[in-house]
């Protein structure tokens, strides 16, 4: 039933009408960096974000994960860290997209949000901090 909810609610952001964020994160000591400029950008709207690639329950079905594919080589997701076939597992602990809106409306208090993605066979984690 969430993966139903949280397929239905990708699809709709799939099909909203936005624009391209401008922004960038930039990597330096480890740390994805993006500046609260940015962060508001994403914040008003994070359909931008899920329109930078396609995104698709991961398999097994009911793993709880979602890859993403056709990531553009000059997207936001790519200056973030995400590669085309990642699979995106958490996001601060929370593992449906739920979870990620709430994370994504709390990050401008948040210090850090760290992801995890599984990147082949490995578990990666990438941590973002506002500037």
Request: with cysteine; charged share 25%; proline share 5%.
């Amino acid at each position: 039933r969430n993966t139903s909810k949280n397929v239905q609610m990708l699809e709709r952001a799939s099909q909203a009408a936005v624009t391209p964020i401008s922004g960038r994160c930039i990597y330096k000591d480890g740390i994805y960096r993006f500046t609260k400029d940015l962060l508001a950008e994403i914040q008003a709207s994070p359909e931008s974000v899920v329109r930078e690639g396609r995104w698709v329950p991961a398999s097994p079905p009911g793993s709880g994960g979602w890859r993403v594919v056709h990531i553009g080589r000059q997207s936001l997701l790519a200056s973030c860290g995400i590669r085309n076939n990642d699979v995106l597992l958490t996001v601060n602990g929370g593992n449906v997209p739920a979870e990620w809106k709430l994370v994504l409306e709390n990050a401008a208090t948040a210090r850090d949000v760290e992801v995890v993605l599984r990147r082949g066979k490995k578990e990666i984690e990438l941590t973002y901090r506002k500037q």
